[in-house]
């Protein structure tokens, strides 16, 4: 995704942003938030720099601020705020500085970026590393891309570096003995924002002796059926981006869970409350946190 040269939708906005269509299209009237180009057609087109200001404004409005006090922001301004909210947290572990981890990633120096991280997952371990410095990592340095401080390709190596180290830690796990746990499945029907979050997830399960199926892929929700023909399950995960959950998706989903009878259905990484009553055996969680904090309760 490189400035200048990329052009997305309004439907793009929704799904990176987690704002809806129609309410880019009032806050655009309303508050001139965004100026879109338009096709030939009269459609709507926005740059890299359109859908990096959406994602500022929804990262605010999530956290509370209004949207007419945010669009009265000028640029700078909106920066520094996103900035200034996303480092609420940054010293609570006075050992972990992650503008100093950072500094090695913005140089591409794929070693001493690793050696950064290295003691936290030695004496740690990946999943408390994960959930404690990783995590925050990877939201770090996607706030600084949202805010123009890093480049897309800085903030793609500090994703693929950190996947590369789930990925060897998870063929490092060596089986459990006794007996087994359930089959879970495991199906990315989204874009690729979340994957770190996804296989970290997948890694979880392994390591509590779960039998994992994992494609890898991103696959069409009706996927599920296929996969259940073949190897049946009784637990399905679904990472959906935490800006995808549409309703009926959610109403699919439990359709699904009904069908097949399944014990439990998860949709993970959604960071809103969703208060709306669904299936009973459906469980949204909002972040790595929150969602080793539900397998652990599944037998």
């Not at 404690?132 to 123009?148: A, H, S, V």
């Not at 990925?167 to 924002?193: H, R, W």
């Amino acid at each position: 995704m490189e400035e200048g040269l990329n052009v997305f939708s309004i439907k793009d906005l929704e799904n990176f942003s987690g704002i809806k269509a129609h309410t880019i299209r009032i806050w655009e009237k309303r508050y001139k938030i965004l100026e879109p180009d338009r096709t030939d057609s009269n459609i709507r087109t926005y740059s890299e720099t359109e859908l990096k200001k959406i994602l500022n404004v929804a990262y605010l409005n999530r956290n509370g601020l209004k949207i007419s006090k945010i669009a009265r922001l000028n640029e700078d301004e909106l920066t520094q705020q996103v900035m200034t909210v996303s480092s609420k947290h940054d010293d609570l572990d006075q050992d972990f500085q992650p503008g100093k981890i950072l500094m090695s990633a913005i140089r591409f120096n794929e070693v001493l970026f690793k050696e950064a991280l290295f003691p936290f997952i030695k004496y740690q371990g990946i999943e408390e590393a994960y959930l404690r410095y990783l995590y925050p990592l990877l939201e770090k340095t996607r706030i600084l891309w949202q805010t123009g401080s890093l480049s897309r390709a800085q903030e793609q190596f500090v994703r693929n570096t950190i996947k590369q180290i789930i990925i060897i830690e998870d063929n490092l796990l060596e089986p459990v003995t006794g007996k087994s746990k359930p089959t879970v499945a495991m199906i990315n029907t989204s874009d690729n924002l979340t994957d770190n979050n996804f296989l970290f997830y997948k890694y979880a399960l392994k390591k509590r002796g779960f039998d994992v199926i994992f494609t890898g892929g991103i696959l069409p929700a009706s996927e599920v059926i296929e996969i259940h023909k073949i190897k049946p399950f009784e637990y399905l995960v679904v990472n959906s981006s935490a800006f995808d959950f549409a309703e009926k998706k959610i109403g699919y989903f439990s359709s699904i869970g009904k069908s097949l009878m399944l014990k439990k259905i998860i949709l993970t990484d959604f960071p809103e409350e969703y208060s709306k009553k669904s299936y009973d055996k459906l469980i949204i969680t909002k972040n790595p946190v929150h969602f080793i904090k539900t397998i652990e309760s599944l037998r």
